[in-house]
């Protein structure tokens, strides 16, 4: 744990009474005054459009944060802390008078002024004017902002442009909720402290990647917002992209936030473009129909509520996923994304290339490579598929692929696993950017996507259905079988 020094901040929310801050912000807020780390002269100040008064605010978070926190992890003490820090302010993000109420509730406080933007995006840059003109920012002043940021280079460029205008982007922590979760932390520890991989991890040792983000669940009520998007800007230009980096990037010469986000943006840069030629064998798109999901009938994606019943939007997508330099030359990376899957999991699965020569029982061959599985969720925690001998005399050399397992829940037993939101508001009061993703990053990675978006709209890469509650498009198996390989769940080892 780091050393308690002060951090105290004055954090001001935009849209605190939206979904993100009442599901995530405020119960990540109330672990940290549970566990110490919110100092004593911090304060919240919770903005939103709507009419209310403070003690009303603080009875919907109470009555929010008694839903969402575990029983066991509910003290009266650390939620009354917590909203005694709070108050509330009515106010237009967009009229630049109201903000001279944040410049009242700053006052002379010298805590760090830390200002997040829970809004719709198109809001960060008027809302960043307006700050500046009510004489709110200054230097030490910190911005988090959300994805999305964009829906294409362009469109993100607009919004990192005015964003820009205002803060230098040492003072930008742009959140991809993923980087702050224990396991994808894990990976640079796994990579970087182990030798034993460190030394496998490229083209001699590695015959190919999976990276899995699947949903269990269907739209939710959120189908106008994503059918604009859907899942190739939805989950692969921020989630999967960020985790592809954490897999494929060489060693950072220290864990500086530049010298991290440096070696990401080479592997960014390194991406083999979804080329037209190409978009056959390297690209799956897919959308739900009806099919069953937790033992019930589910509605397919263009019968959901609110859904306009012609949309071509993918609710899933499989790529394959070229990475043109030194480490990863003919390793592919079979990346996949989709909702109505049949279960909620992030996965990562590392094949590795069988010994040189193969001395064992001959239809065992099959079996006679490593895999490390690091999962996400649920369950964080790594597997190790290993060979040994099969145990009793009548065996022979008969091999067995068997686990070494490191579940963090029960090898840490006494140690909760924080929400990413706890690590990624903690980081950002220490004013620690390595887990918040920089300016290029983000372009690069839309230069990518928007790259093979443009090619699927030229040549029409056709929509294949999936039933809900399935794997995804048949389609997406022949992606990978055509290759000679199978997804991890479809191996049955
Ligand atoms: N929800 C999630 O799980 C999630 C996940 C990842 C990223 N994000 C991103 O996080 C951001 C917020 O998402 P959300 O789901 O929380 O949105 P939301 O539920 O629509 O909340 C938006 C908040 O902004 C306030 N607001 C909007 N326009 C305003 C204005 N002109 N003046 C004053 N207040 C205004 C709203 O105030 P009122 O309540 O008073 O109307 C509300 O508190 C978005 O950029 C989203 O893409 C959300």
Known sequence: MDDIIDFSSDLV?????????????????????????????????????????????????????????????????????????VEYHRLDFKEASDFAAVAQWRGGSDN???????????????????????????QQTRVVVEKPIGHDLESSRGINDQLADVFNEDQLFRIDHYLGKETVQNLIALRFANNLFSSQWDQNHISHVEITVAESVGIEGRWGYFDQAGQVRDMIQNHLLQLLCLIAMDPPADLSADSIRDEKVKVLKALRPITPDILETHLVRGQYSAGTSSGRAVP??????????????????????????????GVPFYIRTGKRLPEKLSQIVIHFKPAP???????????????????????????????????????????????????????????????????????VMKGNQYLFVRRDEVECAWRWVDGIIANWKGRGAPLKRYAAGTWGPVASIALITRDGRSWYEDTGY
């Open 112 to 138: 760090a002024l830390i200002v997040y933007l829970a809004t719709p995006p198109d809001l960060y840059g008027v809302i960043a004017r307006n700050l500046r003109t009510a004489g709110c920012c200054n």
């Open 13 to 85: 929310i935009f849209g605190a009474l939206g979904d993100l801050a009442r599901r995530k912000l405020f119960p990540a807020l109330y672990q940290l005054e549970r566990s110490g780390l919110l100092p004593g002269k911090s304060r919240i100040l919770a903005l939103a459009r709507r009419q209310g008064t403070t003690a009303e605010v603080r009875t919907q978070l109470a009555k929010d944060l008694r839903q969402a926190i575990p029983a066991d992890e509910l003290s009266d003490e650390s939620l009354a802390a917590l909203l005694a820090r």
């Open 357 to 427: 020569h193969y001395i064992f029982d001959p239809d065992q061959k099959h079996l006679a490579h490593n895999k490390l599985i690091i999962r996400l969720q649920p369950d964080e925690g790594m597997t190790l598929q290993i060979l040994t001998k099969d145990q009793g005399l009548d065996k022979g050399m008969r091999l067995r692929q068997g686990p070494l397992e490191l579940t963090f829940s029960e090898a840490f037993a006494n140690d909760r696993i924080p929400d990413a939101y706890e690590r990624l508001l903690w980081e």
């Open 300 to 329: 397919g994606y263009l019968e959901e509520e609110g859904a306009n019943r012609c949309s071509t939007t993918e609710t899933f997508v499989a790529l394959k996923v070229e990475i043109e330099n030194w480490r990863w030359v």
